[in-house]
């Protein structure tokens, strides 16, 4: 519609109805004829931000654009729309009565009481620094907590971990343990695809290759995206009980590790995490 309005060549409206469906993640040749009335709330969501890039604009409006989804096809198309904000570069405005979101979405933050601008700020200045009670109050009591939404892992993780092999010896990796003081290790592939922990008192034991001694986990389990947010991770963490996580990049290549004594450090006080 907007690229008609617009009175783009077919062509060219083809091409732009293509390019967008892509970049919201709905295949073209599966959903270009489709009506709303055939697509769930959440492609709605996405065809409404399709919709919105359709001409190009330098400035988007999005009021409450996922106010009426349900929490978890929410979370993930926040997570879409900052990847589609990181390529396209525009200006949004977006509207949202959620702090969570706000703090999760916004590069900058206007808290507006009654029509009157109370604070206009980043999110870590908003958390660290509110203006008065009712800013306060609007954050929460959890504002430690909250700004762990706002940083990656990528910017807390450990890069300086090291790695065995699935096709090294026992041998060599109980060497690289007990040279460098550590009781367990991250198990890589030959893609540097983590695999599974392994403990020094396992290496004792065994014989052959490391790969006859664990049994690979599903990379799912046991890692994360580097540039998934910090409180995604504590919460996958809390979960699925372990005290650490592989990080991993777009190629699932790993680039680090993350541990629950870190997150602690992050927010400056032992008892907010436990």
Known sequence: MVPRLKKYPKGKTRQRVDELLELVGLNPDEFRHKYPRQLSGGQQQRVGVARALGA????LLMDEPFGAIDPITRSRLQD???????????????????????????????LLREGELVQYDTPQELLAHPRNGFVRDFIGADSS???????????????????VKLEQTASEARDIM????????????EKYVPR??????????????????????PIEEIAVDGS????????????????RLSVVDERKSFKGEITFSAL???????????
Request: glycine share 6%.
């Open 56 to 59: 190009d604009p330098p400035i």
């Open 80 to 110: 879409e729309l900052l990847k589609i904000q990181e390529k396209l570069k525009k200006t949004i405005v977006f509207v949202t009565h959620d702090i969570d979101e706000g703090l999760k979405m916004g590069d900058r933050i206007a």
């Open 145 to 163: 907590i909250k700004r762990l939404a706002l940083m990656k892992v990528e910017e807390v993780m450990n890069a300086n971990v090291l790695t």
């Open 178 to 189: 007990e040279q460098n003081g550590l009781d367990s290790v991250i198990v890589v592939d």
């Open 196 to 217: 599974d922990w392994i403990e020094l008192s396992d290496l004792k034991a065994g014989t052959g290759r490391v790969s006859d001694i664990i049994s690979t986990k």
């Open 228 to 243: 998934m947010r910090v409180r995604d991770a504590l919460a996958k963490m809390l979960t699925t009980g372990l005290s």
């Open 264 to 274: 602690q450090q992050v927010v400056g006080d032992d008892k907010q995490l436990k």
